[in-house]
């Protein structure tokens, strides 16, 4: 089945310590999108790939990076986690954006010790 | 800056009850999409509503699109277990037709 896929599912990490999270899509749709969400609160919109066009959100830390090599590809850097990015990210993508249904990833649970 | 609030926050309920909650603006949306996560996983799409006063229904699930684009309603009839999950509505952003703006979402808890 076409799909999204997020690995790790799980991942502990250091204070300080790189981390990179990475998405993988089946779908073959030209947007995909990094989202952060914290327990009971909306996803947040770190950034998004119009094919390889990136889009930065004006409030999205610099400590958050994020590379798309291919269509199918996109990875979440985080350069210097601190306890505050403990959280849930959401890989997503969908075709052509706005009114057009995003598909989700399971999602990626950080732990920062 | 389009905003979506969403009420109830927090919902628990007993199984067999029904429930309706809320997702409001003061902005005009172009359309509005509902999805349902379940702990753990990532959101998933359950509708979109488009026209001004459309009904959508889903099993035992109802939507309506307010008539003037602003809000939209989701009705659960008789709720199951199942149905556990975080509610969150979804609007595109004007001008912006790759972002959505999500609201906070509603926490459903259905007790057997």
């Known amino acids: 089945d076409a799909m999204v896929i997020q690995n790790p599912r799980y991942q502990v990490t250091q204070f300080g310590k790189p981390v990179t999270l990475s998405c993988s899509q089946t779908?073959?749709?030209?947007?995909m999108y990094w989202y952060q969400q914290k327990s009971s609160q909306a996803p947040k919109l770190l950034f998004h790939?119009?094919?390889?066009?990136?889009?930065n959100e004006a409030d999205t830390p610099d400590n958050f990076q994020s590379r798309r090599p291919n269509t199918s590809f996109c990875f979440l850097d985080i350069r210097s986690p601190g306890l505050g990015d403990a959280a849930m990210y959401l890989c997503?993508?969908?075709?052509?954006?706005?009114?057009?249904?995003?598909?989700f990833g399971p999602g990626t649970r950080l732990l920062v010790l | 800056t389009q905003l979506l609030e969403q009420s109830p926050q927090f919902l628990s309920i007993q199984e067999g009850e029904n429930l309706t909650v809320y997702c409001n603006s003061s902005?005009?949306?172009?359309?509005l999409q509902w999805y349902r996560q379940e702990p753990g996983e990532g959101p998933v799409l359950l509708v979109t509503?488009?026209?001004?006063?459309e009904v959508k229904k889903l099993k035992r699930l109802t939507f309506q699109f307010g008539d003037a684009r602003k809000d939209s309603s989701l009705h659960i009839t008789a709720a199951q277990p199942g149905d556990t999950g975080l509610y969150l509505c979804?609007?595109?952003?004007?001008?912006?037709?790759?972002?959505?703006?999500f609201g906070k979402g509603i926490t459903l808890s259905v007790r057997p």
């Open positions: 997503a993508t969908s075709t052509r954006g706005g009114r057009e249904t995003q598909y």
């Open positions: 779908l073959n749709h030209n947007v």
């Open positions: 790939y119009y094919d390889k066009d990136f889009n």
């Open positions: 902005s005009v949306f172009s359309s």
């Open positions: 509503v488009v026209t001004g006063g």
């Open positions: 979804a609007g595109p952003y004007t001008g912006a037709n790759s972002k959505l703006t």
